[in-house]
């Protein structure tokens, strides 16, 4: 919201949970009705959620309702999925498949999986799904970052990262000027 506002956006913000955000809106994104009466009249629709440890399921379970509501109101999608179902550059194997997954993030991989299948198969809403990096960490806005389609972005020493500020960065430059349509990107350093 941050970078948004910099720009001079006006910013709707929602969550389930208005006791811990204060200032944001209640509202449910796997309620079809909540998604249609928050997105009503706004210009575009950035989601961004993520599933407790253990309901990771729920990811696609949420994903349809918000594809459902914005069906209705005809609202862009920017969705901040994972990055499970991109490429291992120089592999002809996904991040989901590498055996150096961490188990830990592997329920939450396999959902962001799920998640991409479930936005490709949407032919009304106008969606961009946006893959992170490996690393995605709070750090320096540089403004600088590099586009990608279906495989990790990486640096010269083989890295994949860039920090929440720039990840930002490239979010709202998708928002003012789409540029991806009914398709998957990704960034990186």
Not at 7 to 30: E, I, M
Not at 35 to 62: C, H, K, N
Not at 119 to 132: F, G, H, I, K
Request: aromatic share 4%; glycine share 8%; with cysteine.
């Amino acid at each position: 919201m941050t970078e948004a506002r910099s720009r001079g956006h006006s910013v709707t913000g929602v969550t389930r949970d208005t006791s811990r955000h204060p200032g944001l809106r209640r509202g449910n994104a796997a309620n079809v009705e909540d998604v249609v009466a928050l997105s009503a009249g706004q210009d575009l629709v950035i989601s961004a959620t993520r599933p407790a440890p253990g309901r990771e399921p729920e990811l696609v379970t949420t994903t349809k309702a918000v594809l459902a509501g914005l069906a209705e109101t005809g609202v862009r999608l920017l969705m901040v999925g994972g990055a499970a179902s991109l490429t291992v550059p120089g592999t002809d194997r996904t991040v989901l498949d590498d055996p150096g997954l961490p188990p830990e993030i592997r329920a939450i991989a396999e959902a962001c999986d799920s998640q991409l299948a479930v936005c490709q198969a949407e032919t009304v809403v106008d969606w961009a799904y946006l893959s992170p990096p490996a690393l995605l960490e709070p750090g320096v806005r540089t403004g600088r970052y590099r586009l990608g389609r279906d495989e990790l972005i990486v640096d010269a020493e083989g890295n994949s990262a860039i920090s929440m500020e720039d990840f930002a960065v490239a979010l709202l430059d998708e928002a003012e000027t789409p540029r991806h349509h009914r398709t998957r990107f990704t960034v990186g350093y």
